[in-house]
C-alpha cells in the first residue's frame, strides 16, 4: 500500500485556478501510475486525470484544455492545475496510485482520503 496525501483543495469563483498537490511514501513512487479522480455529491467517483511512470497523460473529456497533470519523481509529488474552473467541477478530489498497464477507470490502487474543491458560480 502506498499512502497518499492530497493538499490544496478550497473555495474558488469560477473561472479561477487551484493547484492540487499529492504527496506519497514509498521508495517505488516513479513505476506507480498517478491518476486524480473526483466525487460529486450523489454521484460516483470519476476519472479526472492520470500520469503514467513514463509521463503519458490522459485526460477526462470534461477537464481536456482546463487541467494538467505533472509529477515530480524526485518529490515523490503528483500535481493537478485546474484552470478555468467551472462549478460543476465542485467535488472531493482524491488522488490515486496504480501498477502500470492498469484500465484507468478500474478502482484499484491506494487512495488518498481526498481533498474538497469547491467553485462558486
Known amino acids: 500500500q502506498v499512502q497518499l496525501v492530497e493538499s490544496g483543495g478550497g473555495l474558488v469563483q469560477a473561472g479561477g485556478s487551484l493547484r492540487l498537490s499529492c504527496g506519497t511514501s514509498g521508495n517505488i513512487f516513479s513505476i506507480y501510475n498517478m491518476g486524480w479522480y473526483r466525487q460529486a455529491p450523489g454521484k460516483q467517483r470519476e476519472f479526472v486525470a492520470g500520469?503514467?511512470?513514463?509521463?503519458?497523460?490522459h485526460y477526462a473529456d470534461s477537464v481536456k484544455g482546463r487541467f494538467t497533470i505533472s509529477r515530480d519523481n524526485a518529490k515523490k509529488t503528483v500535481y493537478l492545475q485546474m484552470s478555468s474552473l467551472k462549478p460543476e467541477d465542485t467535488a472531493v478530489y482524491y488522488c490515486n496510485a496504480r501498477p502500470p498497464l492498469t484500465n484507468w477507470r478500474s478502482d484499484i490502487g491506494s487512495w488518498g482520503q481526498g481533498t474538497q474543491v469547491t467553485v462558486s458560480s
Open positions: 500520469v503514467t511512470s513514463g509521463t503519458t497523460t
